[in-house]
């Protein structure tokens, strides 16, 4: 299914990442505590009892399901287990601020921890001051405890650092505020009524916060107002405007199209500006209202005098190739058509009311996205997604263009564009795979003004990425001979700011810097000493004892038809609890039979990937005494253009032989018991979960599924994303056979492909966690195929969760799904 892994399998456990055998290790790092004002005097709520205080442990008498006596024991032991991984906080963002003095800069980071009791993410603010001594030490002097931001959706620093905005969306019909702090007070209330528009989108991808350079205005996009609607009350119609005192009650109004799983309830994005001295918002006028506005930006300002512009990414709701008006689901969906255009900003007051429609920028590109200018304004760089546009595939390789923006600063839809960074079809050995980046740094820029910084999958990996905009050259500038994943979080001047973390290793601070030496230049990492990145001691002792490596397995009965890519190796991230790098070893395993049963784990997408990221998830199963296989099938992001396109078409075969063959892969090796293999899977997981138990029922003694696809036949008509289905099923033809109204040949084409074809087969136990609010994955889906196992007498478990969409990943329904899991598995092949 379209998704991303970890928001399926593994929601909210992503990581940064880790690196060892570091030489920075030999270097020195003090750790000492420095308080800062500016963010402790912000109006926000200090934790009543300790800041970083877990949540309450959950006993099994709190688990809601009824619970078989004899499995009482598991769940309290296991419940107690998962707590202690769940209880960690997480880095989710971070800034570095400029300094007056080069040697000095401030950051702050934002974190993240579950609190299990009030189901939600306590979101906190922890500062540092970093002082740089020379390239061999760095001290953070850490604020001694954190700060909770109660309340607040977003936090946006001003280009100088000076400023700060917070947004702050309420959850019922109360009016948006966002405060504008300065130094240590607020310098700005604004209340903005629902009249004006409703929440503002911070959600990554829709999300478009964007000072002005003066720091004057303040660009950003919320939902529009809502339509007004009838009103009636026990006579009738009224002609007067709603007043729920007086007896009337509004009337639903029109149904419109909206965007899908996670949007349903969000109206058309739209884009304001504020004027802070003021306090006044205006929406930006001439952009139709077939167009949902996104990753908005200032355009460089030329002079005082010129015209001000904005440059943001927009989405027509015409879809398919019959270019009908239906929005069709976005969310993790990079195929779907959007351009970026620039318009002029509503920036003075006494401003009449013309305007012009907006330019379109890149109209011979299908998609365009993350525009960044670079810090001279000689150049917009963004990204794009044409391959997936065009092929259907709901992600793909991405290239990198250039635009040449014009001297005058006015836009120009003739402007020149190039490809900084092309799309790559099939990479050679472990060389560059091509691009697939899913955000860019708010500041990606070294100081030289045409090198970017930003984070990119490296087949199972996660790397750290350089590129010069002029010469298009690509650099890994992260660690490259170990099997840790690294993710940038800031810059500092020309020095990184960055996690790095394994399976197996918790997230990891590190601090990179650029050396040049008279034979060669490269990045230095030293590792940083943070409080957050501290777990307990039982959650380091149960990941000591494992070990992790990535395999490569070969493609199985490869043939010439197939692309170069799609038969070169693709890979498995295995963990195990003991060496898997000896023949020696796995023979003594073979001769005293003390191997550990395993779990294989396959993402959705089926065009997203697992890396070597630190998963909390992860970790709690692995600890329970299971060895894990993370299947990365042909398909995957991360391996070059070829192997990705080689699936479509061929979901249900293809995927199916792949993740069998990491499974004898690992099991004639002896490095698992092959009579104890469970297997685990979330949306397009779940479909291939779903699969081998009915095509291999002999080889799974267990299988939980997250929301997956068994039925593409009910799925097309029920789902976000119908032309999934047929692009998956019939391969790029299908983006051309779209149809609302499939056709009988059709779902029967989608009958045989779905894993409901095999079930007369099945006779693995299987556990179903759905979201009944899921739109990509319906909820009748799963429902459908457990009834029909248990009306053919298999063993199945079903929980439903009412509140939650297709990640299932509100802070209790992810818990009660992991320890479900970790019941469930030991019930069959307990370690």
Known sequence: MATAANALVFPSYTFGARLVNSSARRRSIKLSTFTLLPLHSICCKLPSTAAMQAPRPVAAKDIPHKIDENSTDEYDSQAKLLQEFSKAPSIDKAWILKSDSADCSRAFFSISQTNLVANKKRKLILSAHIVKSDNQSIDFQWSPFPVE??????????????????VRNMEDESPTQLEIWHSAHLEKAIQIPRSVHGSLFVDGWFEGISWNHEETHIAYVAEEPAPSKLVFDDSGFKRESFNKDCGTWNG?????????????????????????????????????????????????????ASEKF???????????PQRTARKLGIKYCYNRPCALYAIRAPVKTNELEDFAEPIILTSNLSSAFFPKFSPDGKYLVFLSANNAVNSGAHWTTNSLQRMDWPADGKPDSSANISCVVPVVMCPKDDSFPGLYCSHFLPYPWLSDGYTTILSSTWRSTEAILSINILSGKVSRISS?????????????????????SSPIDPPNLKYGFYTSHTEQSSWGWLDVSCPVAE???????LLASNQCSILKIPVRNS???LSEGARRPFEAIFISHSSCESKETWQENKKDDVRSPLIVIIHGGPHSVFSTTYAKSVAFLSSLGYNLLLVNYRGSLGFGEEALQSLPGKIGSQDVSDVLAALDYVSVRGLVDGSRVAVLGGSHGGFLATHLVGQAPNR???AAVRNPVCNLSLMVGTSD?????????????????FSEAPTAEDLSHFYSKSPISHISKVKTPILFLLGAKDLRVPVSNGLQYARALRERGVEVKVIVFPDDVHAIERPQSDFESFLNIGVWFNKYCKP
């Open 252 to 304: 639903q109004g029109n149904w419109e199209e909206d965007w899908g799983e996670t949007y349903s309830k969000k109206r058309r994005p739209t884009l304001f500006v504020l004027q802070i001295s003021s306090g006044e918002v205006q929406i930006v006028k001439g952009v139709s209202n077939s167009l949902s506005v996104g990753q908005v930006v200032w355009a460089p300002l030329v002079s005082s």
């Open 535 to 541: 777990c307990s001691d039982k959650v380091r002792s």
């Open 559 to 561: 043939s010439e038809t």
């Open 700 to 702: 799974f003694v267990a």
């Open 721 to 737: 994303i119908p032309d999934w289905c047929y692009v998956e099923a019939y391969g790029k033809e299908g983006k051309q056979l």
């Open 149 to 166: 931001m109660e309340g607040v959706s977003a936090i946006v620093p001003s280009p100088s650092g000076s400023k700060l905005l917070l």
């Open 480 to 500: 490259t001979d170990t099997i840790y994943s690294w993710n940038v979080l800031s810059l500092d001047g020309d020095n990184i700011l960055a996690v790095s």
């Open 310 to 320: 904005l440059v943001f990414v927009g989405w027509p709701s015409e879809n398919g």
